[in-house]
């Protein structure tokens, strides 16, 4: 069942009518518990992540599609930038893996080692360069016949997608876009902040109360969007030796000072027994929504023995919303638990 409204931090649940006066006690005590142990006890949130990415090649506007349709309650797109300042979706600042760009000979001499990789890199091409280029699937094991049928899309284009599904199901979709390496595009004069501002801004999703929350693993970044917007933002986290970012040894306290919530990888919120290792209860008594990541049908869970058992699990955690590369085995499995919440 779709959610109508996007899961919003502590501070929403707090900003509720002042002019509403409390129940009574009697009344309260009459309340019916909620049926999540999510921060506001509303169902967790099912984020299509890279879209659909399983069925889909990931990051294209099929594969956003194919989410929706199956019922996810928020699109995720990863952003980098082009040469010419345009935030577009791709997962990795290099193209070998999610296009076919080795098959575009004029691009040949494009290619140059970058942080110690040989790759294609989406800061060297425009975005009409880029457009000359096609999706493929980068996971192995995985659906190819769509391979060199899509485009990269642009975030404006996605965020005309969610306009459209909007208006044709009147419901809300949310958006959980990922700024990927903004230090580095920084430093190359394509700080991807002003643009990713303007963007939301242009749509009146610069907002606390807007169905957008802004996913990065630099602290910095978020810091410096923290200063300068509204919109909800989640500090990434993938565990002590964390590569991606500087979520390592910030103690989640000091996350809750520029945050609205984390995005851990799953097997963090679990001992070796299977039972909860804490994370979840920490992040929601500070007021931080947990949004975990990623569940996969094709890969091994970290509980259980199948991904049924492994969304079971982290519905039963508490987590506000789940990354899934296949949304309809997350929508199941939540709807199945609790079919009327």
């Not at 079971?312 to 929508?331: E, H, I, K, M, S």
Request: aromatic share 8%.
């Amino acid at each position: 069942m779709r959610i109508a409204v996007f899961l919003a931090g502590l501070s929403l649940i707090a900003a509720c009518s002042p002019a509403q006066s409390p129940e009574p006690a009697a009344a309260q005590a009459a309340a019916p518990a909620p049926l999540w142990s999510t921060l506001d006890g509303s169902a967790p949130l099912v984020i299509a992540h890279r879209g659909a990415s399983g069925e889909r090649p990931e990051h294209t506007i099929a594969a956003y599609l194919r989410g929706i349709e199956q019922g996810a309650d928020v699109i995720e797109p990863d952003l980098v930038v082009t040469a010419d300042g345009v935030l577009v979706a791709r997962h990795d600042a290099y193209l070998s893996t999610t296009t076919n760009v080795s098959a575009h000979g004029e691009f040949a001499d494009r290619r140059r080692v970058l942080f110690g990789r040989d790759d294609w890199w989406v800061q060297d091409f425009t975005l009409a360069e880029l457009r000359t280029l096609r999706a493929v699937q980068p996971q192995e094991g995985r659906e190819r016949s769509f391979d060199g049928v899509f485009m990269v899309p642009t975030f404006e284009e996605i965020l005309d997608l969610v306009d459209e599904q909007q208006a044709a199901c009147g419901c809300t979709i949310g958006l959980e876009p990922e700024v990927k390496h903004p230090a580095v595009f920084a430093e190359a004069g394509l700080d991807p902040l002003p643009l990713l501002l303007t963007a939301l801004r242009a749509r009146d999703l610069d907002r606390a109360d807007a169905p957008v929350m802004v996913q990065s693993f630099d602290a910095g970044f978020l810091q410096r969007m923290n200063a300068q917007s509204d919109v909800r933002l989640a500090m990434l986290y993938s565990g002590p030796d964390d590569p991606d970012g500087d979520a390592d040894g910030l103690p989640i306290e000091a996350i809750a000072l520029f945050a609205d919530g984390v995005g851990p990888y799953k097997g963090l919120l679990f001992n070796a027994d299977g039972a909860s290792s804490g994370y979840v209860e920490a992040a929601h008594a500070l007021g931080l929504a947990v949004h975990t990541w990623t569940v996969r049908d094709d890969r091994d869970p970290v509980v259980g023995e199948t991904v049924e058992d492994e969304l079971r699990a982290l519905y039963a955690l508490g987590v506000d919303g789940v990354f899934a590369d296949f949304p309809a085995t997350a929508v199941r499995v939540r709807d199945s638990m609790h079919p009327e919440g």
